[in-house]
């Protein structure tokens, strides 16, 4: 059964934790700072995108990593079960709370960007040119919102904060960061090539096996690359993701069609999977 007061206060309570807890507000800001200075500089969308895609997806872990867990440990959700509130009531409101929370990081995201291309630029801003970054943030949302449930989902199963986290970095690290080389490593010990050798077989590998982090989908819907992470290699393409604009958005949306029900498809098992994981938790 759902109770509306007791899942908006809830989510109106996680909404406001995070933004009044300073190691939150702290990291937020050196993100956005580190956002704007990127901006300022001759860098490309696919530059600025890949400093979203791959640093962004640490911050989304810190709204979802300690959601559960630190309820637990000040025993405030042994009293919340006491009163008329469901468990699922509890899932949805942190699911609400840090949605919310996460829609503000992109929407500032957004703005920074957006200052940056058109009025530090001085560029006529073009509806159309618009129209792509607010794509492009629509996705970035569903791409960090997969991991914030991630951290969701940890808060759940762990026992500690720090385990909790150290699982988020841990999957943060190579699922983002180091994802390139991890997977050059992966062809090579699978195909018995060298990237060096440049050969299809090698490469269709590679391509294959990106498919396990939402980077790659990411990488793929907002700039055409097959990866966004460093150390990786890329391959050419004629279409260049929804920020291209030499391609209608119809066109885009039938292209990269895979790749959106990819980022719409994994929040939705995380939030599944934290559902489940909730309910048969043992309090």
Known sequence: MTNKNAVLIIAKKEFSDKLHEPSFLVLMSIFMITLFVYTQGNNTLGDIAQTFGVFFPLLAIALGYDAIIREKNSRSLNVLLTHPVF???????KFLGIGTTLGLVVLLSMMIITASDFLVSGKIVQFEALSRLMIFGIFGYLYLLTFALFGLFTSIR???????????????????FVLGPTIIMLSSVITGQSMFEMTD??????????????????A????????????????????????????SISYLIGYYWQNIIIL?????????GSYISFLREDI
């Open 264 to 272: 719409l498809v994994l929040p939705v098992i995380l939030l599944v």
């Open 201 to 218: 077989k090698f490469f269709s590998t590679g391509a294959l096996l990106f498919n396990i982090s939402p980077i790659h989908h990411f």
């Open 158 to 176: 762990c026992k500690t904060e720090i385990t909790s986290l150290a699982w988020g970095v841990i999957v943060w690290i190579n699922m983002c």
């Open 87 to 93: 468990r699922d009531n509890i899932i949805t409101g």
């Open 220 to 247: 793929e819907v907002t700039v055409g690359s097959l990866d966004l992470s460093y150390g990786t290699f890329h391959i050419e393409r004629d279409v260049h993701g929804f920020l291209d604009t030499k391609h």
